[in-house]
Structure formats: C-alpha cells, structure tokens
C-alpha cells in the first residue's frame, strides 16, 4: 500500500520561505510521476508542479508558480520536495502530495491523473 506523507507546512510571513517534503512508502518513487496539489478554502484543488522521477524532469502551474517554487526528488530516500519561495497570501492552502498507480507515462497535471494522496500540510501566509 502507497502512503505519502507530507511535512514541513507552518505559518510564514510574506516574502517568505517554506520547505515542503513528501515521504513515500509501500513502493519506490523512481519510476512514477509524483506531484504537488492545493487547496484553499473554498477553492478546487489545483496543480502546483510535477515531477518525472526517473529524469527529473519537471512541471509547473505557471499562473500559480512564477518561478518561485521548485519541485525536486530523492530516489534514495524516497521523498519529494517542494521548496517555495517569496510566498505571498494567496500562496495560503492546504499542500497534497500525489502519486499515481501506473508508473512512467506522460506528465500528469490533473488531479484525477493521480490515486494516491497524502494528508496534507498546512501553509499559511500572513500579512
């Protein structure tokens, strides 16, 4: 059985920075697409990035993203980050990591592209 685990949530002021982590168990993440989601109150669930773990390639959700985040992975220690930047209020959501069944294919921005998820880790930006 999958589980993800997120971690590294808190509350920061603006212009500041966080470090999200994703730790995987139950199979190894180097041949899946593992990928970072939020949700604010009141609001769907939406893509944050991706990441191709058996290349390292990555994607984002530009409109959400604009260069402040980077998403990066660990084969050897199974866990997948996302580390932000310059976080601004509306950056305040509930973070989910997400793992698919299937492993390779293409990217996968959709949260219905994704089985697995995590619970969840608070990010509150104040202003």
């Known amino acids: 059985q999958v589980q993800l685990v997120e971690s590294g949530g808190g509350l920061v002021q603006v212009g500041g920075s966080l470090r999200l982590s994703c730790a995987a168990s139950?199979?190894?993440?180097?041949?899946?697409?593992m990928g970072w989601f939020r949700q604010a109150p009141g609001k769907e669930r939406e893509f944050v990035a991706a990441?191709?773990?058996?290349?390292?390639?990555?994607?984002y959700n530009t409109d959400v993203v604009k260069g402040r985040f980077a998403v990066s992975r660990d084969n050897n220690k199974n866990t997948v980050t996302l580390q932000m930047h310059d976080l601004k209020p509306e950056d305040t959501a509930v973070y989910y990591c997400?793992?698919?069944?299937?492993?390779?294919?293409?990217?996968?921005?959709?949260?219905?592209?994704?089985?697995?998820w995590g619970h969840g880790t608070q990010v509150t930006v104040s202003s």
């Open positions: 997400a793992a698919p069944v299937r492993p390779f294919g293409d990217w996968r921005r959709s949260s219905s592209e994704y089985d697995y």
């Open positions: 139950g199979r190894p993440i180097s041949n899946f697409v």
């Open positions: 990441i191709i773990c058996w290349t390292g390639g990555t994607t």
